[in-house]
């Protein structure tokens, strides 16, 4: 039996080697390395980012087509891009251990507008009319989304905001669908689902996955983001000096994710900035006039917010990717030591690529 391991041990470290001659020219150079060595490599960095570019930009262009043209069918258009960038982001979100900012309320939303397009109810879309245009809408300026064409991490969180804000277009105007006069009722009971989320994701952060989140102080959720680099975020900042001209935080005290006074001021705070903007939401449901220009107002704050990363941000950034990180890549790769089959097997990577 030893012999037989033996055998088929030796047969997989000749085929390994002989994969790595095939595939990166030396047979002690793991194809894992190869790899990341040619992701570094200007030419492939300017390739990718290039096609990352050219399908946000085309992503845009179907949109408005679908809504122009086929408004009928932009639940099915909503659909189909949703379902497969949540699956995506799904993946390189558990990666990077922020796997919690998909049970976030924006989140919660895209399900009850999938639900609403399955099941359709007036009551139900009207709910969602005031969701997207309102707290996910305004969430944008919130959050500082930025429609940066190249990065799908930042493509895919504008769009989580802003298409269901088109499809609520879409399908009040041109298949009017909805109540024809929402009263308090309705806008009680969006309240109540929006406390039902809350309660909900309490739950899971504060009951279910409190151990985890004390043990592995790399979990991040929206709280833990907020509380580190709230400092960045104008809504954050807004609530802060808010809340230090009212006595409740010292001036230099600061947001600490595990303090339940944090969390309080977090749950609160998002309920306050919810009901407001379904006020906003309720009004322009009875105008498409003003629907149309609350719609443009906060996809120009996206589209602001992009050109402010591209010259403030990116330029430096990818001028360091382009020209030095290579260098020291190369540096590196030479100072390391070949990797013997057992530890290549072995050997675990991960790269983090959060984003605003």
Not at 262 to 268: A, P, R, S
Not at 283 to 288: A, M, Q, R, T
Request: proline share 3%; charged share 20%; glycine share 4%.
């Amino acid at each position: 039996m030893t012999d037989k391991r033996s055998v088929v041990t030796t047969l997989r470290h000749n085929l390994r080697r002989k994969m790595r001659m095939r595939l990166t020219g030396d047979e002690n150079k793991s194809v894992r390395d190869e790899a990341r060595m040619k992701l570094k490599n200007p030419n492939v960095i300017r390739v990718i980012d290039m096609a990352s570019f050219c399908n946000g930009v085309f992503g845009i262009v179907l949109t408005q087509y679908m809504m122009l043209r086929h408004a009928e069918w932009f639940w099915a258009y909503y659909a189909v891009v949703i379902i497969s960038l949540l699956i995506i982001r799904y993946f390189m979100y558990s990666k990077n251990k922020m796997q919690y900012f998909l049970i976030d309320f924006c989140y919660f939303v895209q399900a009850t507008h999938l639900y609403e397009a399955a099941f359709p109810s007036p009551t139900l879309f009207t709910i969602n009319f005031l969701f997207a245009n309102g707290p996910l809408a305004f969430a944008i300026i919130a959050w500082r989304n930025s429609l940066v064409f190249h990065s799908l991490d930042k493509v895919t969180s504008v769009y989580i905001h802003v298409l269901p804000l088109c499809l609520s277009y879409c399908d009040r105007w041109a298949r009017g669908k909805g109540l024809a006069t929402p009263d308090a009722v309705t806008f009680l009971m969006a309240t109540g689902l929006y406390l039902v989320w809350q309660t909900l994701y309490l739950l899971v952060t504060e009951v279910k996955d409190k151990k985890k989140f004390d043990t592995d102080k790399d979990l991040t959720s929206s709280l833990r983001w907020l509380a580190q680099k709230g400092h960045n975020i104008p809504s954050a900042v807004f609530a802060r000096r808010v809340l230090v001209a009212t006595g409740l935080m010292g001036k230099d005290e600061p947001f600490r994710a595990e303090s339940l006074k944090t969390k309080m001021i977090m749950v609160l705070s998002q309920l306050i900035f919810t009901v407001a903007c379904m006020l906003w939401a309720f009004i322009i449901y009875h105008s498409e006039a003003l629907h149309i220009i609350s719609s443009l107002l906060i996809l120009g704050c996206s589209v602001w917010n992009g050109a402010q990363y591209y010259f403030e941000v990116f330029a430096g950034n990818y001028q360091y990717r382009i020209t030095r990180a290579p260098r020291e890549a190369d540096d590196s790769q030479s100072a390391s030591q070949p990797s013997t089959p057992e530890e290549d097997g072995l050997s675990r990577s991960s790269s983090s690529t959060t984003e605003e």
